[in-house]
């Protein structure tokens, strides 16, 4: 190729690529390796200002052992699984009747989104109104009509499932949005077929649009279980953590850790726990979605 | 008959369409009322949903000089902006790079999947490293930490997403700039990036959403002077008294932009949020 033998190209595509590397070596790769270092050591800023020895895995042995901890990996565990299968089957409802091309359908689109594009601190704050037991717009409702809601964000009961309630609202746009695009990529002769067979609108979605979306599914199941995993900003500002530690997820427990009590070693093991567990779930979702959209569209 | 299962699922569209557009404008619309209601509405039991009067007394108080949201927006802008700047250009330069690189070496596409990690491991576990190479650079409560801070995570983003439009581009035309003479850099500036300026729209709307809501790394690196607004509002959780009023008006603040993004740039949003995910 042409590449190969041109060193002055190769040269300055190389300094394209310089920039970029420093960037990432300087504010990704050292802080990383920095907290590795750190969770085999003890340091805890209450006792001295800088690391004091190697204590092998003993960080991680304590996590492993910590009520609190095992506490919060099973609460980001339901988080993840009941926010992500909500947000995929809610968002390919929502997407297959908003395809379409007249004005109200995507008036209808552009206003979904919106939930997508706000920080996720202003929707916590949104909801911390909405869900309010005295003079929240959902209890007011509820009043309306007879019933007398729970302290929604406030009771240890209900807590978890308004924040995961929250995240839904917020995160279903985002499998919409990603459904819709696979909608608009099945073939058309997929449809001319099954109107040819005389399929009607139940048998064209259970015979060609769901097995088609399958891999789509894959994509969205990928993205959102991690972010679920590493929820935090919407908790923070509604619920931190409590009350007790009922929405206390793996994230909060590891900033508490870290910004509140200075267990900086204790943080940092805890938070590579994190990491391995959510990139193992990451790396093996991508391949498993490869193969299966190579099963389902072909090579 | 046929005609009857057609209106019936045109009902059930209508309904379920209309359902969500309703659960999701309805907080939004709470949150704005919110933001321009008299402090005595709120206390009235029940409060009163609408604004007996409308106030913009709390707009008015946070753009004061006592309020200092100003100060606070114009951080946030200032950061955004750079974010977006820097990401963007050396985000596309990287990504026109590898592009290139890896139809040859199999070992760039390495570093591609190893830029695509930093979108999927825990931002948390950034937060004391982070801060800790802050101090050192006596970089805490500056605009620089939290600039260069987002930067990190989104130059990953732009590469990722800036690498499928530049696979994209005919080599023909890569070449018919040789052919001219045209040095890497003429050709990037004059052939290359023309043709991608969709792809450069994308990359800089996804990165200023991005940094305009970033929160977690911010918070920890920010105390008083560097804090940007999503920090802002964040403060208003711990009073435990009702502080709706300013809270809603804070909150619209940083929305609004976002908002008028989304409105008006819909088509890249689009193609930004489902790139990766979906090809084309």
């Given at each position: 190729?042409?590449?190969?033998?041109?060193w002055q190209e190769k040269r300055t595509l190389f300094t394209f690529l310089l920039p970029a590397i420093l960037i990432l070596l300087v504010s990704q790769a050292y802080p990383i390796l920095y907290s590795l270092s750190i969770s085999f050591r003890q340091w805890a800023l209450a006792e001295s200002l800088k690391p004091k020895g190697f204590v092998g895995f003993n960080n991680y042995i304590k996590a492993f052992k910590d009520p609190i901890f095992l506490n919060a990996i099973r609460i980001s565990f339901v988080f993840c699984i009941v926010a992500t299968s909500f947000e995929i089957i809610l968002g390919f409802i929502i997407a297959y009747f908003t395809v379409g091309e007249n004005f109200f359908l995507r008036l209808s689109r552009t206003i979904l989104i919106l939930p997508m594009v706000i920080a996720p601190v202003a929707n916590g704050t949104i909801w911390r109104m909405m869900l309010n037991s005295q003079s929240g717009l959902i209890n007011q409702l509820l009043r309306f009509i007879g019933i007398q809601g729970p302290n929604w964000l406030g009771a240890?009961?209900?807590?978890?499932?308004?924040?995961?309630?929250?995240?839904?609202?917020?995160?279903?746009?985002?499998?919409?949005?990603?459904?819709?695009a696979g909608f608009s990529i099945i073939p058309n002769e997929l449809y001319d077929a099954a109107k040819v067979d005389g399929a009607g609108r139940l048998k064209t979605l259970r015979y060609i649009i769901i097995p088609y979306i399958i891999p789509i599914g894959f994509i969205v199941l990928l993205f959102r279980l991690v972010d679920t995993l590493l929820v935090i900003d919407a908790i923070y500002t509604t619920t931190f953590g409590g009350p007790g530690f009922s929405t206390n997820v793996i994230t909060l427990f590891i900033y508490w850790q870290a910004l509140r009590y200075f267990n900086i070693s204790y943080a940092s093991a805890t938070s590579w726990i994190l990491s391995i567990f959510t990139l193992l779930i990451a790396l093996s979702l991508m391949r498993f979605q490869k193969r299966v959209q190579t099963k389902m569209w072909g090579a | 008959m046929l005609k009857v299962r057609i209106s019936y699922f045109n009902l059930l569209r209508f309904l379920i369409v209309f359902f969500a557009v309703l659960t999701v404008l309805v907080p939004f619309c709470y949150l704005f009322l919110n933001s321009i209601k008299l402090e005595r509405d709120f206390r009235t039991i029940p409060p009163k949903l609408i604004p007996s009067e409308i106030t913009f007394e709390y707009y008015r108080e946070a753009f004061s000089k006592s309020g200092k949201i100003s100060n606070y927006l114009?951080?946030?802008?200032?950061?955004t902006s750079a974010v977006v700047l820097i990401s963007v250009f050396i985000g596309s330069l990287a990504a026109y790079s590898l592009s290139r690189f890896r139809k040859v070496y199999r070992f760039f596409s390495l570093i591609v999947y190893v830029i695509l990690l930093v979108r999927f491991y825990p931002k948390v576990v950034m937060i004391i490293p982070y801060f800790i190479l802050m101090k050192n650079l006596m970089l805490l409560d500056r605009l620089l930490a939290v600039i260069i801070a987002h930067v990190s995570i989104g130059?990953?983003?732009?590469?990722w997403l800036m690498i499928g439009f530049f696979d994209e581009i005919p080599k023909e035309l890569e070449e018919s700039g040789m052919i001219d003479g045209c040095g890497p850099w003429k050709r990037f500036i004059k052939i290359i990036l023309p043709v991608t300026l969709p792809g450069i729209a994308t990359a800089a709307i996804m990165t200023a959403?991005?940094?305009?809501?970033?929160f977690l790394i911010a918070s920890s690196v920010v105390s008083v002077n560097a804090k940007t607004l999503p920090i802002l509002i964040s403060g208003y959780i711990s009073d435990k008294g009702i502080n709706w009023g300013p809270m809603s008006a804070v909150s619209s603040v940083v929305i609004l932009p976002m908002f008028l993004f989304a409105l008006f740039t819909q088509k890249y949003l689009v193609r930004g949020l489902t790139f990766g995910a979906v090809k084309g």
């Amino acid at each position: 190729m042409l590449l190969k033998k041109n060193w002055q190209e190769k040269r300055t595509l190389f300094t394209f690529l310089l920039p970029a590397i420093l960037i990432l070596l300087v504010s990704q790769a050292y802080p990383i390796l920095y907290s590795l270092s750190i969770s085999f050591r003890q340091w805890a800023l209450a006792e001295s200002l800088k690391p004091k020895g190697f204590v092998g895995f003993n960080n991680y042995i304590k996590a492993f052992k910590d009520p609190i901890f095992l506490n919060a990996i099973r609460i980001s565990f339901v988080f993840c699984i009941v926010a992500t299968s909500f947000e995929i089957i809610l968002g390919f409802i929502i997407a297959y009747f908003t395809v379409g091309e007249n004005f109200f359908l995507r008036l209808s689109r552009t206003i979904l989104i919106l939930p997508m594009v706000i920080a996720p601190v202003a929707n916590g704050t949104i909801w911390r109104m909405m869900l309010n037991s005295q003079s929240g717009l959902i209890n007011q409702l509820l009043r309306f009509i007879g019933i007398q809601g729970p302290n929604w964000l406030g009771a240890p009961g209900s807590a978890l499932f308004s924040v995961i309630a929250i995240d839904i609202w917020q995160w279903t746009p985002f499998a919409m949005v990603v459904f819709l695009a696979g909608f608009s990529i099945i073939p058309n002769e997929l449809y001319d077929a099954a109107k040819v067979d005389g399929a009607g609108r139940l048998k064209t979605l259970r015979y060609i649009i769901i097995p088609y979306i399958i891999p789509i599914g894959f994509i969205v199941l990928l993205f959102r279980l991690v972010d679920t995993l590493l929820v935090i900003d919407a908790i923070y500002t509604t619920t931190f953590g409590g009350p007790g530690f009922s929405t206390n997820v793996i994230t909060l427990f590891i900033y508490w850790q870290a910004l509140r009590y200075f267990n900086i070693s204790y943080a940092s093991a805890t938070s590579w726990i994190l990491s391995i567990f959510t990139l193992l779930i990451a790396l093996s979702l991508m391949r498993f979605q490869k193969r299966v959209q190579t099963k389902m569209w072909g090579a | 008959m046929l005609k009857v299962r057609i209106s019936y699922f045109n009902l059930l569209r209508f309904l379920i369409v209309f359902f969500a557009v309703l659960t999701v404008l309805v907080p939004f619309c709470y949150l704005f009322l919110n933001s321009i209601k008299l402090e005595r509405d709120f206390r009235t039991i029940p409060p009163k949903l609408i604004p007996s009067e409308i106030t913009f007394e709390y707009y008015r108080e946070a753009f004061s000089k006592s309020g200092k949201i100003s100060n606070y927006l114009m951080n946030s802008v200032l950061v955004t902006s750079a974010v977006v700047l820097i990401s963007v250009f050396i985000g596309s330069l990287a990504a026109y790079s590898l592009s290139r690189f890896r139809k040859v070496y199999r070992f760039f596409s390495l570093i591609v999947y190893v830029i695509l990690l930093v979108r999927f491991y825990p931002k948390v576990v950034m937060i004391i490293p982070y801060f800790i190479l802050m101090k050192n650079l006596m970089l805490l409560d500056r605009l620089l930490a939290v600039i260069i801070a987002h930067v990190s995570i989104g130059m990953p983003f732009v590469v990722w997403l800036m690498i499928g439009f530049f696979d994209e581009i005919p080599k023909e035309l890569e070449e018919s700039g040789m052919i001219d003479g045209c040095g890497p850099w003429k050709r990037f500036i004059k052939i290359i990036l023309p043709v991608t300026l969709p792809g450069i729209a994308t990359a800089a709307i996804m990165t200023a959403i991005l940094s305009w809501n970033e929160f977690l790394i911010a918070s920890s690196v920010v105390s008083v002077n560097a804090k940007t607004l999503p920090i802002l509002i964040s403060g208003y959780i711990s009073d435990k008294g009702i502080n709706w009023g300013p809270m809603s008006a804070v909150s619209s603040v940083v929305i609004l932009p976002m908002f008028l993004f989304a409105l008006f740039t819909q088509k890249y949003l689009v193609r930004g949020l489902t790139f990766g995910a979906v090809k084309g």
